[in-house]
């Protein structure tokens, strides 16, 4: 990564660290990754610059971990999954069940402080809803 990178990098992580402040605590990480949690969603945000001008957020969100891998439940979360405008939704299979997570990434160069809150807030927001639903599906 050259310096120009990773000032462009550092610059989009201040800007997101700063958008996501005035709604929760976030923690930057030794790589500069930021990471912060939306009610019992754990989230992280990571910048990279694909080209000059073009510098992508990335948020990850841990939906739900160790639901039980019952097919039901993946095709719920399947559909849900086509129904997203703010994300794109992974099931993992493990050895003790099914991890969901939520993804997005953005083009967010010089985008201004409260367009910026408002796209990271519409995401961690789906996940959190997401994490609600699968939950409650889940104890029915």
Not at 60 to 65: D, E, L, M, N, R
Not at 80 to 99: K, N, P, S
């Amino acid at each position: 990564m050259t310096d120009d990178e990773a000032q462009t990098t550092a610059r989009l992580l201040t800007a997101a660290r700063e958008a996501l402040e005035l709604f929760h605590e976030v923690h930057v990480d030794d790589d500069g990754a930021l990471s912060f949690r939306h009610g019992d969603v754990p989230c992280a945000v990571q910048a990279m610059q694909f080209a000059e001008g073009l510098t992508m957020l990335s948020l990850t969100c841990v939906v739900a971990w160790d639901l039980p891998d019952e097919p039901a439940l993946a095709v719920s979360a399947a559909e849900r999954a086509g129904q997203g405008l703010f994300g794109t939704l992974g099931v993992v299979h493990t050895e003790r069940g099914m991890d969901v997570t939520l993804r997005y990434a953005f083009p967010a160069d010089n985008l201004e402080p409260s367009p910026l809150s408002t796209i990271l807030m519409l995401v961690v927001s789906t996940a959190s809803q997401l994490r609600a639903d699968l939950l409650a599906s889940v104890e029915k």
